[in-house]
Antibody
Framework: QVQLVESGGGVVQPGGSLRLSCASSGFTFSTYDMHWVRRAPGKGLEWVAHIRFGGDNTHYADSVKGRFTISRDNSKNTLYLQMNSLRTEDTAVYYC?????????????WGQGTLVTVSS | AIQLTQSPSSLSASVGDSVTITCRASQGISSALVWYQQKPGKAPTLLIYGASTLESGVPSSFSGSGSGTDFTLTISSLQPEDFATYYCQQFKNYPLTFGGGTKVEIK
């Protein structure tokens, strides 16, 4: 079945880096846009980043622009989020999400999430 | 960025009740709005897209309406599995934005 599985979360100090991965299965990964969405403890959902199916176009939330980089490897059916210069306010569960269609910009399949904790 | 204001932020209701959640956009977004449900410890699930189209597999007790700046999600007869947090999300412009969420609790 269609599935997304995130990995790479953990505890990191402020200013540190972390790379999240999202392995996909059950659909043709290379034909769908993908996103990262996060939920900080006690808060609501926040969209983080988007990447086109071919990897040639990306968008970011202002809160992560210049610090986070979304990328993908279509040969490995995997999505990534490189997170640099991490701040305490980046602490959250990070979800990868499949776009419902080309430029649909809403999400029909979500992973189970991976927890990132930024703390000294 | 387009701001989405959901109300109420929480509500208490009984099984069988009908509930309505509203989502107001800070500028017109046509029908570029979706609704998600999220249960504790789980990923969100898509309920409604295009403001009013039910996602496949979602019970018909859920319905959405609205366009422009004002939208509603209605659950016509609450079931035990419907107690969750609900979010609206706009996809008119980047950055994509979510409402603050509405927690539906058991009375």
């Amino acid at each position: 079945q269609v599935q997304l599985v995130e990995s790479g979360g953990g505890v990191v100090q402020p200013g540190g880096s972390l790379r999240l991965s999202c392995a996909s299965s059950g659909f043709t990964f290379s034909t769908y846009d993908m996103h990262w969405v996060r939920r900080a403890p006690g808060k609501g959902l926040e969209w983080v980043a988007h990447i086109r199916f071919g990897g040639d176009n990306t968008h970011y939330a202002d809160s992560v622009k210049g610090r986070f980089t979304i990328s993908r490897d279509n040969s490995k059916n995997t999505l990534y989020l490189q997170m640099n210069s991490l701040r305490t306010e980046d602490t959250a569960v990070y979800y990868c999400a499949k776009d419902r269609g080309s430029w649909a910009n809403h999400f029909d399949i979500w992973g189970q999430g991976t927890l990132v904790t930024v703390s000294s | 960025a387009i701001q989405l204001t959901q109300s109420p932020s929480s509500l208490s209701a009984s099984v069988g009740d009908s509930v309505t959640i509203t989502c107001r956009a800070s500028q017109g977004i046509s029908s570029a709005l979706v609704w998600y449900q999220q249960k504790p410890g789980k990923a969100p699930t898509l309920l409604i897209y295009g403001a009013s189209t039910l996602e496949s597999g979602v019970p018909s007790s859920f319905s959405g309406s609205g366009s422009g700046t004002d939208f509603t999600l209605t659950i016509s007869s609450l079931q035990p599995e419907d107690f969750a947090t609900y979010y609206c999300q706009q996809f008119k412009n980047y950055p994509l934005t979510f409402g603050g969420g509405t927690k539906v609790e058991i009375k």
